[in-house]
């Protein structure tokens, strides 16, 4: 069953006086519930648009974006919220943590006023993604891979149906990589999650159902 479907999307972003950039032009791309798909390219590409395109967080200059065959702008700004909150999951390339707060507050903060077993929940990521010894910590006290950790983390709190992985692996030694890899892996097999990730990594490619490369604005699939 498909998820998540991009029909014919371009996205232009204007620039200088009164010219444009057109990043994506035309892309088309299925995701199916518990498929994971890797999207790689040359940076500057496009993947990180594409990524905030299939999320909700950039919309289209044109063409559609539907989540189970509907809209995801076809009930307005507030529909488009509340659908993001539930069902998608973003892990930013530059983490997007709160300052203020710990690891623990940072991976509670998107289920603060939803889950009454938020807390447990949190404890249980921290734990998987292994962060326990420092889950008080505030990200300025944190390495980098650890602070990707818990924006893992953070992007799972509320369980949701799909997941935006952006070079989620990108800071983390073999070891750390290979275990949020398989958490995510294991997300989409055994608990039927989608997952969309951007990788430069061609074995962690490899490890996807879908392989796709952006090129000159456009989604070529990659073997
Ligand atoms: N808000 C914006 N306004 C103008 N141009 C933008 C905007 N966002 C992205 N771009 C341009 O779109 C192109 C694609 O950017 P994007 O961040 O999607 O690339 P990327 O493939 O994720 O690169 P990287 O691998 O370096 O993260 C770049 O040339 C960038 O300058
Ligand atoms: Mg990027």
Same mark, same amino acid.
């Given at each position: 069953m498909k998820v998540l479907e991009l029909n014919n999307v371009s996205k232009s972003f204007p620039f200088g006086h009164g010219r444009r950039i057109e990043v994506l032009t035309k892309v088309s791309l299925t995701v199916p519930a518990a498929g994971t798909v890797a999207i790689s390219g040359s940076s500057g590409s496009g993947k990180t648009t594409l990524l905030n395109v299939i999320g909700g967080l950039v919309q289209p200059t044109d063409g559609e974006v539907s989540w189970r065959g509907k809209?995801?702008?076809?009930?307005g700004r507030a529909g488009l919220t509340r659908w993001r909150s539930e069902a998608v999951g973003f892990i930013f390339q530059a983490y997007? $943590?709160?300052?203020? $707060?710990?690891a623990r507050e940072n991976i509670l903060l998107p289920a603060a006023f939803r889950r009454r077993d938020a807390a447990a929940l949190a404890a249980e990521l921290i734990e998987q993604v292994g962060l326990r010894e420092r889950a008080d910590h505030r990200p300025a006290e944190l390495s980098g891979g650890e602070q990707q950790r818990a924006a893992i983390a953070r992007a799972l709190i509320n369980d949701p149906a799909l997941i935006l992985a952006d070079e989620?692996?990108?800071? $983390?030694d073999p070891a750390n990589s290979e275990a949020v890899l398989a958490l995510l892996l294991d997300l989409a097999r055994k608990k039927n999650k989608a997952v969309v990730l951007v990788t430069h990594d061609a074995a962690i490619a490899q490890r996807m159902d879908l392989r796709y490369r952006l090129v000159g604005g456009k989604l070529e699939t990659n073997l």
């Open positions: 809209s995801i702008y076809a009930d997007h $943590l709160m300052p203020e $707060l710990s989620p692996t990108g800071n $983390l």
